[in-house]
């Protein structure tokens, strides 16, 4: 058997079995040039439809008056039109092939088509031995349905064919696949890039000073350099999913209390695929005003506050690139003006972790044309106070849990005097902002609890560039 595709766009499909064709099926913008038998022996649906148009009153009519008119009797060719055939004229091929007898490989990507065709033709076990639903069947049981990678792949390729394949289960029966797989991989397995933890330890690195090197390296994760290509690459399949389909997944992830930071990590990698900048800080807010790009920041606008909205709770296990990909939500939460519920979650989720950040993370443009300051103090205030209130929790279970210990008044927490070092930084840089009222830098440095300083070096620092710019003349 071959097949023969002129060169106009592959819009004919010839099957040269040297037999000429006797019925012509138009799939799409494709026409197939086929044989009744082949078709009908697999196909109860083909068999019925070609059995109809054959005993068509006005069909046979039609055909008398044509063979009379000819000098050769020539076979009539039936012509049949499959509208919304799952998958497209692609994975009619597949199924034609399969009635001819042609060994068709099938693969993860096409399965969940394939099989909602045979659907479709009705190409049953009970019409015809070892039909297509059968096989297809037999093959998505056996190695899609036992593999993660080729799980997400059949996922993905069931958006070809809703809601089809919906109906069929083979939608659910992936989904839960996936979730069920992922709850055994290790979180230890994958890390983040080796770039991003570079620069974490060359911000750590530029203290010269030994107490905060003892500080800061019980921060430190251990194992941070770990990384699985494997497990890399299953989550870059998870990005290609369509966001309903992904929502769904996340879902069936959280309910079988997978993991936070896998559930973690397949949120972060999405949001990279499907949102530009996002790791950007100079992100600058869209100009245009066309309705392409209104519809492009509300589909963006959608995936973040999607992301926000499953992201656990819990404070994040991992380095500074996490509290680095937090910070970078709420700047592209800022610009695409993404509900205030998302806004505030992200808020509070960055002061669980705050002593991860850099002092690059904190310097949040204001896009607000309300705030007269280069940078947004209301919001880092914000984010400020939701640290030092988790770390009032903290506090308060540790002394339960030590039998309440109230002597702790003096203890400096080594996450309290980070943050005070940080905090000491940002206002040095914010001082020099012409538009910065003196009560809010006032209020800002104070903020802090005593024990957040062991020397107030980097206050003073602070203070002098505020005056600087500010009472200069």
């Given at each position: 058997?071959?097949?023969?595709?002129?060169?106009?766009k592959?819009?004919?499909?010839?099957?040269?079995?040297?037999?000429?064709?006797?019925?012509?099926?138009?799939?799409?913008?494709?026409?197939?040039?086929?044989?009744?038998?082949?078709?009908?022996?697999?196909?109860?649906?083909?068999?019925?439809?070609?059995?109809?148009?054959?005993?068509?009153?006005?069909?046979?009519?039609?055909?008398?008056?044509?063979?009379?008119?000819?000098?050769?009797?020539?076979?009539?060719?039936?012509?049949?039109?499959?509208?919304?055939?799952?998958?497209?004229?692609?994975?009619?091929?597949?199924?034609?092939?399969?009635?001819?007898?042609?060994?068709?490989?099938?693969?993860?990507?096409?399965?969940?088509?394939?099989?909602?065709?045979?659907?479709?033709?009705?190409?049953?076990?009970?019409?015809?031995?070892?039909?297509?639903?059968?096989?297809?069947?037999?093959?998505?049981?056996q190695?899609?349905?036992?593999?993660?990678?080729?799980?997400?792949?059949?996922?993905?390729?069931?958006?070809?064919?809703?809601?089809?394949?919906?109906?069929?289960?083979?939608?659910?029966?992936?989904?839960?696949?996936?979730?069920?797989?992922?709850?055994?991989v290790?979180?230890?397995?994958?890390?983040?890039?080796?770039?991003?933890?570079?620069?974490?330890?060359?911000?750590?690195?530029?203290?010269?000073?030994?107490?905060?090197?003892?500080?800061?390296?019980?921060?430190?994760?251990?194992?941070?350099?770990?990384?699985?290509?494997?497990?890399?690459?299953?989550?870059?399949?998870?990005?290609l999913?369509?966001?309903?389909?992904?929502?769904?997944?996340?879902?069936?992830?959280k309910?079988?209390?997978?993991?936070?930071?896998?559930?973690?990590?397949?949120?972060?990698?999405?949001?990279?695929?499907?949102?530009p900048?996002?790791?950007?800080?100079?992100?600058?807010?869209?100009?245009?005003?066309?309705?392409?790009?209104?519809a492009?920041?509300?589909?963006?606008?959608?995936?973040?506050?999607?992301?926000?909205?499953?992201?656990?709770?819990?404070?994040s296990?991992?380095?500074?690139?996490?509290?680095?990909?937090?910070?970078?939500l709420?700047?592209?939460?800022?610009?695409?003006?993404?509900?205030?519920?998302?806004?505030?979650?992200?808020e509070?989720?960055?002061?669980?972790?705050?002593?991860?950040?850099?002092?690059?993370?904190?310097?949040?443009?204001?896009?607000?044309?309300?705030?007269?300051?280069?940078?947004?103090?209301?919001?880092?205030?914000?984010?400020?106070?939701?640290?030092?209130?988790?770390?009032?929790?903290?506090?308060?279970?540790?002394?339960?849990?030590?039998?309440?210990?109230g002597?702790?008044?003096?203890?400096?927490?080594?996450?309290?005097m980070?943050?005070?070092?940080?905090?000491?930084?940002?206002?040095?840089?914010?001082?020099?902002?012409?538009?910065?009222?003196?009560?809010?830098?006032?209020?800002?440095?104070?903020?802090?609890?005593?024990?957040?300083?062991?020397?107030?070096?980097?206050?003073?620092?602070?203070?002098?560039?505020?005056?600087?710019?500010?009472?200069?003349?």
């Amino acid at each position: 058997m071959e097949v023969e595709k002129p060169g106009s766009k592959g819009q004919a499909w010839f099957c040269t079995t040297g037999l000429p064709s006797d019925i012509v099926i138009e799939v799409e913008d494709m026409t197939f040039h086929l044989h009744k038998f082949p078709l009908m022996s697999k196909s109860r649906k083909l068999h019925q439809l070609i059995t109809e148009q054959e005993t068509d009153p006005t069909t046979s009519t039609t055909q008398r008056e044509d063979e009379e008119e000819r000098d050769e009797i020539e076979e009539i060719i039936c012509q049949i039109s499959l509208l919304d055939f799952p998958g497209g004229s692609e994975s009619f091929e597949m199924a034609a092939k399969f009635c001819y007898g042609v060994k068709v490989d099938l693969n993860s990507s096409i399965i969940a088509p394939l099989r909602c065709a045979g659907e479709f033709l009705d190409m049953t076990e009970e019409y015809s031995e070892d039909n297509l639903i059968s096989r297809t069947e037999r093959f998505f049981s056996q190695s899609v349905l036992t593999s993660l990678k080729e799980s997400i792949k059949a996922l993905k390729s069931c958006e070809r064919v809703m809601p089809l394949a919906e109906s069929l289960g083979i939608t659910e029966r992936c989904i839960d696949s996936i979730a069920s797989r992922a709850s055994s991989v290790d979180p230890a397995l994958f890390g983040w890039p080796v770039s991003e933890a570079a620069n974490e330890n060359n911000f750590r690195a530029r203290s010269n000073q030994a107490l905060w090197k003892e500080i800061e390296s019980t921060l430190r994760r251990k194992g941070s350099g770990a990384k699985s290509n494997n497990a890399d690459s299953w989550f870059e399949d998870l990005t290609l999913l369509s966001l309903q389909l992904f929502k769904r997944l996340i879902l069936a992830m959280k309910m079988r209390d997978l993991n936070p930071e896998i559930v973690e990590s397949c949120l972060m990698n999405y949001a990279k695929k499907h949102i530009p900048g996002l790791s950007r800080s100079n992100r600058k807010p869209s100009s245009s005003s066309s309705s392409s790009s209104a519809a492009l920041e509300g589909e963006q606008r959608e995936v973040l506050e999607t992301i926000v909205s499953n992201l656990p709770l819990q404070k994040s296990s991992r380095s500074s690139t996490t509290t680095r990909f937090l910070f970078g939500l709420l700047r592209t939460a800022n610009i695409l003006n993404a509900a205030e519920e998302c806004r505030s979650t992200l808020e509070k989720k960055i002061g669980l972790q705050l002593e991860q950040a850099t002092l690059d993370d904190l310097l949040i443009p204001s896009y607000s044309y309300l705030n007269e300051t280069l940078y947004d103090v209301d919001c880092l205030e914000r984010i400020l106070g939701h640290f030092l209130d988790g770390l009032e929790e903290e506090r308060n279970g540790g002394e339960i849990e030590a039998g309440g210990d109230g002597g702790g008044g003096n203890v400096r927490p080594p996450t309290l005097m980070v943050v005070g070092k940080l905090i000491d930084g940002y206002l040095a840089e914010i001082g020099s902002d012409a538009n910065l009222k003196s009560d809010r830098f006032y209020n800002l440095a104070i903020s802090l609890p005593e024990q957040a300083r062991l020397f107030d070096d980097g206050l003073y620092r602070a203070v002098d560039v505020y005056l600087k710019v500010h009472f200069a003349h």
